[in-house]
């Protein structure tokens, strides 16, 4: 069984920033991917930022140079570094993983809320 559990969600001025860790447990023997998704209310569950195995990174065009994805494998954890945020990135923010436990499998975090006041 793989669990992710995220932290670091808050409130937050707009201009600020926020780093938010998921952290990858269980049998794991491979981590393809890790990567945020976020919702915001009334909106479609949106990509935000992904890295791949080999280190490759994408991002979506609303936080291109603004937010920065990271990973530490020696804990199967994966960072999102979001600077200059905007009442616009109010949502809550979902971990994803591609992971290889006794199989290959796409797992979710619970979700940690994000909220960036005006």
């Known amino acids: 069984q793989v669990q992710l559990v995220e932290s670091g969600g808050g409130l937050v001025q707009a201009g600020g920033s926020l780093t938010l860790s998921c952290a990858a447990s269980?049998?794991?023997?491979?981590?393809?991917?890790m990567g945020w998704y976020r919702q915001a209310p009334g909106k479609q569950r949106e990509l935000v930022a992904v890295i791949i195995s080999g280190g490759n990174t994408n991002y979506a065009d609303s936080v291109k140079g603004r937010f920065t994805i990271s990973r530490d494998n020696a804990k199967n954890t994966v960072y999102l570094q979001m600077n200059s945020l905007q009442p616009e990135d109010t949502a809550i923010y979902y971990c994803?993983?591609?992971?290889?436990?006794?199989?290959?499998?796409?797992?979710w975090g619970q979700g940690t809320q994000v909220t960036v006041s005006s």
């Open positions: 269980g049998v794991i023997y491979a981590i393809n991917a």
């Open positions: 994803n993983a591609d992971i290889t436990s006794w199989r290959r499998n796409d797992y």
